[in-house]
């Protein structure tokens, strides 16, 4: 049991990492433009069939294969705020966009349905099935490369956030939408830029996330999004340190129940968790209380 | 098949308006109430069952989320509920036949029920984080559906069977869901002129100032949340009834969540028609995709594609932007003078324009104290 325990707890570390990648880029896209992406489960199932596509019929490695997915959600997480997000305006825009963004997921879920039915697919790769013994556990490569691609790109993306000019135009939006648009900032540009890095990230983490779990399925998207929404409620709304620890936190809890109780019984323990949480904290762990008042 | 606000406005102005109104409600009611009897086709029947549970659930949702502004997408979870708990009793007490309609009730107090810890847990936080918390939730309740023992899983529950004769054997579920539907409407109706109707109205439009004015926020949302719930939870039940099982994936359904919701804003998010419209439009068109099309999946596409368009052109929806638009349209006809219609057109005109403006529901942001909402 306790062999099994720490197996559970290294894993729960490895898959928060990519957990963690998944929820900056929804932790991000809020706290620009102030809405939540419900699309983003889909788009990273999305990403995943891409990511098969690629290396089953063009016989493309998956992690060379992102140079073409990464650009590829990049690109169409810029269509879907071009077309969906941006004409948006009044009163209600918060929820219209969620609304949207949901829309976009059962569209993009049909679709998915229509060509790839509701088999379980799986990434295949060398280091998918092979296993490197670390301090005496036995981890699929795959769990290490994709934990190590998941740091990369997180770092890359605080590098941007915080030492570029880019990333300072995206920090201020993100603390005052207006005053931003006084000292010279195109907000709109901004935003739909961060709409397109929250949804590209998706693309390595689709990869990633297809090679290692129990194999997915367009249905799978629903199972993601609840999970992402709770860890970034759960780390605070716009708070990316915060998403960052939720996911290692949350993954990691749910691998340690499902070793002590049950499989079926560790997502319940891990909403649990949330509501647990918002008892006594309503804005999150990292979150700011008087944030964005409307 | 009109909805019961929205009368035949082109009658001349001599007749007061409100005995037209009522006239329009009359005919609606009669119409709804003929319709087994026109028609006896059991799919359509069963088209009319389903269209009349929506339009009640679609009102009821609107009641909480249109009224108060926090968009719940969890309200399968009461629907579910329902659906289970009054199944579960007519398991234990063997119950048989049209017995078990009296159960119906029940069905709205278990949803009741769960809606009391869940509000009170959700309504805490602010309007987006609600809409995630209830997404959240009901993935909850979808997956305790699966796993606890006594709803039997994957299996889930089934009636017993009815022995009503084929050629009513809708009717009975029919008049049920047109009392839920009427009395739902009715309750809507009863609530957007009453107090608490105004102090939800201000919560949706300023909820720091509604605090600062003395509505008592929590209790307000918390009440129209647990009604709302309840009301769903008699839908659920019934729906039930209807299908004759209830398996985890078909009573906690997120694609209901959202129908719902298009339902409301397709015809006026807030308004008192709007989802009564939305109801009357969408339920039958999507029993039309589901049984027209083979793939499964286009209604989904369909319902996403609509949404989208909804949200984009339609922001409104129907029974506001029609107002609008008629209010424009009758001061454009005003400042071209009379002379320019022949009197006849002109008092007509009139009538029709009159129609929606007296009728229709008002917009949140008329009947407010707070004057100070961006817009």
Known sequence: MGRQLSEAIIDGILAGGVYALMAVGLTLIFGVLDIINIAQGILVVLAAYLSYVLSVHLHIDLFLGLFITVPAMFVIGVA??????????????????????????????????????????????????????????????????????????????????????????????????????????????????????????????????????????????????????????????????GALVAAVFMITLEGVVDVLWSPSWSVVVFYGALVLVLVVRPQGLFGRTAARAQ | MSSP??????????????????????????????YPFVITDALYAEFGVLTLLFVAWAVAWNMFSGYSGYISLGHAVF??????????????????????????????????????PFGLIALRVRRHTFVVITIAVFFIFQLMAYNFSFTGGNSGLSTPAFFWSPATYNNPFYYAALILAVGTVVLSWLVR?????????????????????????????????????????????LWWFLIGQALPNTVFNPAFDLSIALMA??????????????????????????????????????????????????????????????????????????????IGAAGADRGAAAGPVVTGPETG?????SAGSPR
């Open chain 1, 80 to 241: 879907i705020h071009w077309a969906f997000i941006r004409p948006l305006r009044g009163r209600e825009r918060t929820s219209m966009s969620l609304l949207a963004s949901y829309a976009v997921a059962l569209i993009i879920e049909g679709v998915l349905y229509t060509i790839f039915g509701s088999t379980y697919t799986n990434l295949r790769a060398w280091y998918v099935t092979g296993a490197v013994k670390v301090f005496g556990f036995y981890l699929s490569y795959i769990y290490l490369l994709g934990f190590a691609l998941a740091v990369v790109l997180v770092l890359a993306l605080y590098f941007t956030l915080y030492r570029t000019q880019f990333g300072r135009s995206i920090r201020a939006t993100m603390q005052d939408r207006t005053a931003a648009r006084l000292i010279g900032i195109d907000v709109n540009r901004v935003a739909g830029l961060t709409f397109g890095i929250g949804v590209a990230v998706t693309a390595a983490g689709g990869m990633v996330f297809g090679a290692t779990g129990g194999g997915f399925n367009p249905n799978t998207g629903y199972d993601l999004i609840s999970r992402l929404l709770a860890i970034i409620i759960l780390g605070g709304l716009g708070s990316i340190a």
């Open chain 2, 5 to 34: 606000t929205a009368g035949p406005p082109a009658a001349g102005s001599q007749i007061p308006m409100r005995t037209l109104r009522l006239a329009g409600i009359g005919v609606a009611l009669a119409v709804l109430i003929a």
């Open chain 2, 79 to 116: 629907f579910g509920t329902g659906a289970y708990a009054v199944g579960l009793l007519t398991e234990h007490l063997h119950l048989t036949g049209g017995q078990i309609f009296w159960l119906l009730p029940l069905g709205g107090v278990a949803g009741a029920a769960v809606a009391v």
């Open chain 2, 193 to 237: 002129g009453s107090r608490f109707g105004l102090q939800l109205l201000a919560i949706r439009d300023d909820e720091d100032r509604a605090r600062g004015l003395g509505v008592r926020a929590m209790r307000v949302k918390l009440s129209a949340f647990v009604i709302s719930a309840a009301i769903t939870g008699v839908v659920g039940a």
């Open chain 2, 265 to 342: 804003f397709l015809g006026g998010f807030g308004t008192l028609a709007g989802p009564i419209l939305g109801g009357l439009i969408l339920e039958p068109l999507q029993q039309y995709v589901t049984i027209t099309f083979t793939n499964g999946y286009l209604g989904e596409i369909l319902l996403g594609v609509l949404f989208l368009l909804v949200i984009l052109f339609l922001p409104r929806g129907i029974i506001p932007t029609a107002r609008e638009r008629l209010t424009a349209w009758r001061a454009w006809r005003e400042r071209r003078g009379p002379q320019a219609a022949p």
């Open chain 2, 365 to 369: 942001t008329r009947s407010t104290p």
